[in-house]
C-alpha cells in the first residue's frame, strides 16, 4: 500500500479519528525530510510499536540560524515518498510554512536547562525553534509514541522536557544512531560534503569513540577532550564549536565518569555543520550492568 500525503492538519486529524475508531495505536516520526536510513530505521521501529505510522517532513524556518543553510536544506519528496512506501510508512505529512505558522502567529515554546549549552549556546533561538514545531506537531498528530534518533542528543533531551512539562500524553522513545560503515553518523547534510570533506568528516566519530575509550581507562577528562579537539582540528575541520562531556540523564556538566554519560561534539566543514556523540559508561558501571 502506497503511503498517503496529508498536508492539512483538520485532514491529518479526521485520519487519526477514523484510526482511533479502529482502536489503533499511532506513532509519529518527525523530520526535515531528504530521508536516508537512519530515518527509516525510525520507521522500522515505529511499525513495530504501533498500528499507523505518520512521518512528518518539514524543514522548519525557525530553527534555522542562517537563511542560506535555510535555503540550501535539501527537499526531496517525491524520493521520500517513494522509501516510506516502501518501508511501509502509512502517512506522509507534508504542511506548508503557512498551515504551521499561520499569519499573525505569535508564540513560541522555550525549553529551560537542557537546551543550554552545547549546540544551543552557538545556535541562539534554534532550540525554541525546534520545540515549538514539536510541539505543534504533536497536538496535530495526537499520536502515542514519537521516535526520535540519538545523534541529535541534545534535542531528544528537549522533546522529552517539553511533553512532560506540557502534560502531552506521548511516550518518546530514542533510537540508536545509525551510521556509515565509516562511522560517521547518517545525516541529510552529508549529501552536501564534497569528496574532500567527507574524507574529513569521517574523523569525527573516530576522535569520539577514541576520547570515549580514554575516559573509559580513567585518563583525566580535560585532556581527553584537549586531545580530541586537537585531533579534530589537525583532521581539517574550520571550528570546533564544542567537545564536552554531559550526564546521559539530565546533561548536567561532568568533570569525571563517574555516571553514565555522552561525550558530544561540534565540528564545521565549509559545506556543513556536523554533530555527534557517543555513550560512555564509567568501568564500575559496565561490571555492575
Known sequence: MATTIIRTVEEMRQTVRRWRCKDGSIAVVPTMGALHEGHLSLVRVALSHADWVVVTVFVNPTQFNNAEDLIAYPRTEE?????????????????????????????????????????????????????????????????????????????????????????????????????????????????????????????????LFHAAEQLRQSLPTHEVIAEAKRRLEEAGFDGIDYVDLRSETDLSPLDTLDRPARLLAAASLPSARLIDNVRVAPPAWKQRI
Open 79 to 207: 524520493s521520500d515518498l517513494a522509501k516510506l512506501t516502501t518501508v511501509g510508512a502509512h502517512v506522509l505529512y507534508a504542511p506548508s510554512v503557512d498551515v504551521v505558522y499561520p499569519k499573525g502567529f505569535a508564540t513560541t515554546v522555550h525549553v529551560g536547562n537542557v537546551s543550554h549549552g552545547l549546540c544551543g549556546a552557538h545556535r541562539p533561538g534554534h532550540f525554541d525553534g525546534v520545540a515549538t514545531v514539536v510541539t505543534k506537531l504533536f497536538l496535530q498528530i495526537g499520536a502515542d509514541i514519537a521516535l526520535f534518533g540519538e545523534k541529535d542528543f541534545q534535542q531528544l533531551h528537549v522533546v522529552r522536557r517539553l511533553a512532560r512539562d506540557l502534560d502531552i500524553p506521548i511516550q518518546i522513545i530514542p533510537c540508536a544512531t545509525i551510521r556509515e560503515p565509516d562511522g560517521l553518523a547518517m545525516s541529510s547534510r552529508n549529501r552536501r560534503l564534497s569528496t574532500p570533506e567527507r574524507q574529513i568528516a569521517s574523523h569525527l566519530p573516530a576522535v
